[in-house]
């Protein structure tokens, strides 16, 4: 069985997610449950979704509304505690340069940096708020991450990125120097949070085990758990349906 949780997964934060796995691994040991002893790990954040072998990964919703759909189980959606989420639900924050002049509304032409056209958050939000964005700005730059986004709008490489709550969160606490150049121009709709999932080969019995133990665990936390710096505070399922309007994004 393997295990991957890259969504959030930055070098600072390894230690934090391991010791979130260690107590989910040893829930799930203790339900008759295999589990591995580490989280697989790769630069591609998908590359372990479509596994047989997948006990419990966690994905961006619009993957799972569009190539995902009917070849991974939704298991549940975390609540984070930072601004910009309401529940299982978030935003992105829209970041300029602390200098710029440029507002929501005149942000038209300018350049748009955004980690890839499949995230929800760095890309199918702002689709959602301004139409095709080749369209609509004046020119786009592909970082490959929310992090190199807001690096490149700090440096001046770029005028617009959107960055999902949690990670502006984890920018602001890790590289202050980074997030003390930006400012936030508006935030978006809010939406489903990024899923838990869990492969089609998961039987009936061992899903509902893995959604209570991740309700039992990330609710039960307490300050001195190892993995807070994460900012998950609860767990919950929603209906089914709920990711699906984000196919047209």
Request: glycine share 8%; net charge neutral; aromatic share 6%.
């Amino acid at each position: 069985m393997i295990a991957a949780l890259p969504m959030y997964d930055w070098p600072e934060l390894e230690g934090a997610t391991n010791a979130l796995w260690r107590e989910l691994a040893g829930e799930l040991r203790a339900c008759g449950i295999e589990a591995p002893d580490e989280l697989s790990r790769s630069d591609d954040d998908t590359s372990f979704a479509l596994s047989p072998d997948l006990i419990l990964g966690q994905t961006c919703g619009y993957p799972l509304s569009t190539r995902l759909k009917g070849m991974v189980q939704y298991l549940a959606t975390p609540e984070y505690n930072v601004e910009g989420c309401d529940g299982p639900l978030y935003s992105s924050a829209l970041l300029v340069h602390k200098s710029s002049r440029i507002t929501l509304k005149t942000m038209a032409g300018s350049r748009f940096a955004y980690n890839s056209e499949n995230s929800l958050s760095g890309y199918r939000c702002v689709r959602a708020m301004v139409g095709d964005p080749a369209k609509h700005f004046g020119a786009m730059v592909r970082s490959g991450a929310h992090r190199q986004s807001a690096k490149m709008v700090a440096a001046g490489q770029a005028d617009v990125a959107a960055l999902d709550a949690i990670c502006w969160h984890h920018l602001m606490v890790i590289e202050p120097n980074i997030a003390s150049k930006l400012k936030i121009i508006g935030w978006t709709k809010l939406r489903p949070g990024l899923p838990f999932i869990t492969s089609l080969k998961t039987p009936p019995d061992k899903v509902k085990s893995l959604r209570d133990i991740l309700k039992k665990v990330i609710s039960n936390a307490d300050a001195n758990s190892e993995w807070q710096s994460l900012k998950i505070r609860d767990c919950v399922v929603l209906a089914p349906g709920d990711y699906d309007d984000l196919a047209g994004m």
